[in-house]
């Protein structure tokens, strides 16, 4: 794609000695959701009453005191989900909901119609502001716009007044000069000084000002400096509450608050997996479980997030996508094998230190902090690496391979994969770790029976004896061989069949079930007559039958190998 120098660069603020790099977030901002109203309006079919209702109650449940419910002014159904809100008692006490509104007069007293009977509302009003809008839309100079926000604020203190006066509803203020990031700054700031003069704000009763990037133009730094710049050179500072309202059109609207808050806001306005106009809103549940992470409590509670997902997919019909952070269905999830192997040690290291820190390598945040299982974590495909396929055998039945073996049963993976040409879940890796260790087809050699003996010699040692039978080939053959104990005495024993060349390289077994029929499971490491090392399984309740069956396990698979 060929620049044709046809845009025009964002102007950068001039802020030398910009203080906000050195911030860190140290505590929550106060939420506000826009779901309802800026989320609803984004949508192809927005929601109706009974969806509304149920949404809002989601998000009291997530601990949200201030929730923007719509533009009641703008159509009648956004009129009549209000009046049910208050009217069925559905809003409680300690929660304030807000109402969207142009700084129109019409406009303005239907809104105020709206929202008699509520205990606390915020009353959010706005014009548009920015140099485009100006020219373009409005077609007014900067007066001209002023005037527009100033006749607002004025109307709404008046009507706030006879509102208080006949119900003692408590009302409180906010303004958003809209298009913002568009906004020359310091014009918006001129804007929302008269603004706040006309309101009479104070510290005792602060108004919200509001700075939206109503659409996202500059990189999230630039957004920070502009938020710093306007709030160390507005007047009477501490009367007002700085809230953001960052949109996505950039992709940054998540870093955009982040820097906004270390700018010096105390407010955020978005929505729950960032849904709204174009590209969306920030993502609220990223920002606030981003300061869990940090051990910032983000007082918001989305300890059980799959069940909040299921009511947003639900009610606004959209689709969070699965990798989206801390929601999506792939969010946790490692294909690779080298992440696979961290995150597995990660576990083990959190079992054996007893640190009371989260140190898992590749995952910010403890799955099982927001209700979410470790199980899907590792996901296997032909681009994973032997430590996440063990780790989904260990986790699926309990088998605890032996390092030496993991590259072994890697392979096979990986392999089949290959030939599968997707992912594959924990079932189908327990299939092919049965069906290549412990029941695969055309054995050579298959164990009938057998029993040992104690040989107790002249010399007062004790040596193994080994009786049995082995099929080959379908044949059955009987064998018998003396060695120091019960598995050297067996490989004596198959030397009776022309199996030679075969020695004993590793063993390691442990159980795999508790009770009167628990059973042991032994994997077997030997090296073949060509010194190339094998490996194989056997499982059985007599832990020296699993040995037994682990070698010739070995064999037949070595076996195979040379025959294919």
């Known amino acids: 794609m060929k620049s044709e120098k046809k845009y025009i660069p964002f102007e950068q603020i001039n802020l030398p000695n910009r203080q906000w790099p050195t911030k860190i977030i140290d505590k929550a901002p106060v939420w506000c959701s826009v779901d309802l109203r800026d989320g609803n309006q984004a949508l192809i079919t927005p929601m109706g009453i009974e969806e509304k ?148 704000a104070t510290k005792e009763h602060p108004i919200i000002i509001n700075l939206p990037s109503t659409v996202e133009m500059c990189t999230a730094n630039t957004y920070a400096d502009q938020i710093e710049y306007f709030c160390t050179h507005m007047k009477n500072r501490d009367a007002a509450i700085i809230s953001l309202h960052p949109h996505n059109d950039r992709g940054t609207g998540v870093a955009c608050a982040e820097l906004g808050l270390m700018a010096g806001a105390d407010r955020i306005e978005g929505t729950l997996f960032g849904n709204g106009e174009r590209t969306g809103n920030l993502d609220i549940i990223t ?103 063990v780790y989904v055998l260990e986790a699926a039945c309990g088998y605890r391979l032996p390092k030496s073996m993991h590259p072994d049963f890697g392979n096979v993976i990986k392999a089949a994969a290959d030939a599968y040409g997707d992912e594959l879940s924990s079932e189908q890796i327990v299939e092919i770790f049965n069906k290549e260790y412990l029941d695969f087809e055309d054995k050579k050699y298959v164990l009938k029976r057998h029993r040992f003996f104690e040989l107790n010699e002249a010399d007062g040692s004790i040596h193994s004896r080994f009786e049995g039978s082995i099929m080959v080939d379908g044949d059955e053959r009987f064998i018998s061989g003396n060695g120091n104990g019960p598995i050297d005495s067996f490989f004596l024993a198959l030397d009776g069949l022309g199996v030679k060349g075969y020695s004993f390289i590793n063993y390691h077994e442990h159980a795999v079930s508790q009770g009167s029929d628990s059973k042991g499971i032994c994997y077997i490491e030997l090296a073949d007559p060509n010194g190339k090392h094998v490996f194989g399984v056997g499982i059985h309740t007599n832990i020296n039958v699993a040995a037994l069956q682990g070698i010739i396990c070995a064999i037949n698979r070595s076996v195979k190998v040379e025959e294919n």
């Open 53 to 200: 209702i149920r949404f809002f109650h989601t998000l009291i449940d997530c601990g949200f005191k201030e929730i923007e419910v719509g533009f009641p002014s703008a159509s009648e159904t956004e009129y009549a989900i209000l009046r049910t809100l208050i009217e069925e008692g559905h809003i409680p006490d300690d929660v304030w909901v807000q109402v969207l509104v142009q700084a129109r007069e019409e406009l303005i007293r239907k809104t105020f119609e709206a929202v008699r009977g509520a205990k606390n509302v915020i009353v959010h009003f706005y014009n548009s502001t920015s140099t485009l809008q100006r020219k373009i839309v409005f077609q007014k100079d900067m007066a001209g716009i002023t005037e527009i926000a100033v006749n607002g604020a004025k109307l709404i203190k008046q009507l706030t007044e006879e509102e208080v006066a006949r119900s003692g509803m408590n009302i409180r203020y906010e303004y958003s000069p809209e298009s913002f990031t568009g906004t020359e700054i310091d014009y918006s700031i001129e804007i929302c000084e008269a603004v706040m003069e006309e309101m009479g």
């Open 287 to 389: 920002v606030a479980l981003n300061m869990f992470t940090q051990n910032v409590d983000p007082e918001l509670d989305f300890s059980n997030i799959m069940d909040v997902r299921k009511v947003y997919e639900e009610v606004t019909k959209m689709t969070v996508p699965p990798r989206q952070p801390y929601a999506g269905d792939l969010c946790f999830t490692a294909f690779s094998g080298s992440h696979q192997d961290a995150i597995r040690k990660g576990y083990e290291y959190m079992k054996t230190s007893g640190t009371e820190y989260w140190e898992v390598p590749y995952l910010p945040i403890n799955p099982a902090d927001i209700n979410r299982q470790y199980e899907p974590v590792i996901r296997i495909n032909s681009q994973s690496g032997k430590g996440g396929a």
